[in-house]
C-alpha cells in the first residue's frame, strides 16, 4: 500500500494523496470492524475496536489511543522508518480516523497532528480537520477531549455485539490457531489502554484464567512472558514511530516508573530506550 500510495503521489506531483485516499473512506469501508463498532456502548469502546480491527490485519503499525485526564490522543505509528509512502499512509489514516470518529460521535476532534514535515501546501489539510493542524509533532494522531470518550453510540446494541465478536473471534482463532498467538494479538490492543490483565484477556478468549493460565503451560510460556514481549513491541513502535518522551511511553504502556521501564527495555534490547531510539534514527535511510 505504501508504495502505491508514494507511486500516485510521485505521478501526480500531489504531496497529499494519502489524505485524498483517506478521506473518500468512510465508517463502513472497515466492513465487519465498522458494523463492531457500532454495536459498543461508548466512542471510547467504538475505538478500541478499531485498535482490535488494525491489529489484526496490520503489525508494521499501531493504532492506539492514549488516555489523558482531560485529552486523549487516538494515535498511528509506523515502527519501520523506511516504510515506502510513510507520511501517504499516516495522512491517510488520520482522515479515515477523522471520518470514522466524527461518524460515531460528531465533531468532537480537538487538532489534527503529524509527525512529519509541514507539505508546501497545507490548505488541503485544513478542509479535512479544520483548522487546528500540526506537523512536526511528537505524534501522529487526533487529540479528543476525553469526557467526549464517554458518550454513548446511539447504535449501541449489546446481543448484537456478541455475535459479531464471535466471528471476529472464529476469524482470529482461524488466522492464529494457538492460544499463545490469540493471547499476543489481544495484548497487542490493549496494552496501551491498561486493560492487559490476565482475567481480561482471558475473558475475551472465553476461558477461565487458571484454563489460559493452563494452556499456555503447555506451549511453554507464561502470560508475563507474552506479556512482557509485547510491551516491548509496542515500546519499539512507539519509540521508532513517534517523538513521544520516554516517560510518556512508560506510562502508556502500564509502568509507574520510568526507571523500571528503562531497566526493562534494556534487559531486551541490550540498549537504554534512548540509545535504542538514537540508533535506530541512524540507521533509517535519508528521507
Not at 509512502?85 to 480537538?110: E, F, P, S, W
Not at 492487559?196 to 478468549?205: C, G, K, N, P
Amino acid at each position: 500500500m505504501g508504495r502505491l500510495l508514494h507511486a500516485c503521489s510521485q505521478r501526480t506531483r500531489c504531496e497529499h494523496f494519502g489524505l485524498l485516499a483517506g478521506q473518500r473512506l468512510a465508517l463502513q469501508s472497515l466492513g465487519l470492524v465498522a458494523e463492531f463498532m457500532q454495536t459498543a456502548g461508548t466512542l471510547e469502546q467504538a475505538l478500541q475496536d478499531l485498535v482490535f480491527g488494525q491489529a489484526r490485519n496490520a503489525d508494521g503499525a499501531v493504532c492506539y489511543l492514549r488516555r489523558m485526564e482531560h485529552f486523549s490522543v487516538f494515535g498511528y505509528a509506523i515502527y519501520q522508518p523506511e516504510t515506502p509512502g510513510m507520511n501517504q499512509i499516516i495522512d491517510g489514516a488520520l482522515a479515515l480516523a477523522h471520518n470514522v470518529i466524527t461518524a460515531l460521535a460528531g465533531k468532537i476532534v480537538i487538532e489534527a497532528a503529524f509527525s512529519h514535515t509541514a507539505p508546501a501546501d497545507i490548505v488541503p489539510f485544513k478542509r479535512v480537520f479544520g483548522d487546528q493542524v500540526r506537523f512536526d509533532a511528537e505524534e501522529s494522531g487526533l487529540l479528543l477531549p476525553s469526557s467526549a470518550l464517554r458518550s454513548p453510540i446511539r447504535t449501541g446494541n449489546a446481543g448484537q455485539r456478541a455475535q459479531i465478536q464471535a466471528v471476529l473471534q472464529a476469524h482470529s482463532t482461524f488466522r492464529n490457531p494457538d492460544v499463545s498467538s490469540q493471547v499476543k494479538r489481544l495484548l497487542r490492543t490493549r496494552v496501551i489502554s491498561s486493560e492487559s490483565s490476565i482475567e481480561e484477556i482471558a475473558r475475551l478468549l472465553s476461558l477461565h484464567p487458571r484454563t489460559l493460565l493452563r494452556k499456555l503451560k503447555t506451549q511453554e510460556t507464561t502470560f508475563r512472558e507474552l506479556l512482557s514481549e509485547t510491551r516491548f513491541e509496542v515500546a519499539c513502535q512507539l519509540l521508532g514511530g513517534t517523538r513521544l518522551s520516554i516517560t510518556q511511553i512508560s506510562s502508556a504502556i502500564g509502568y509507574a516508573e520510568t526507571a523500571v521501564f528503562s531497566r526493562a527495555f534494556e534487559r531486551w534490547s541490550g540498549l537504554p530506550p534512548s540509545e535504542w531510539r538514537a540508533a535506530r534514527k541512524r540507521s533509517a535511510p535519508p528521507s
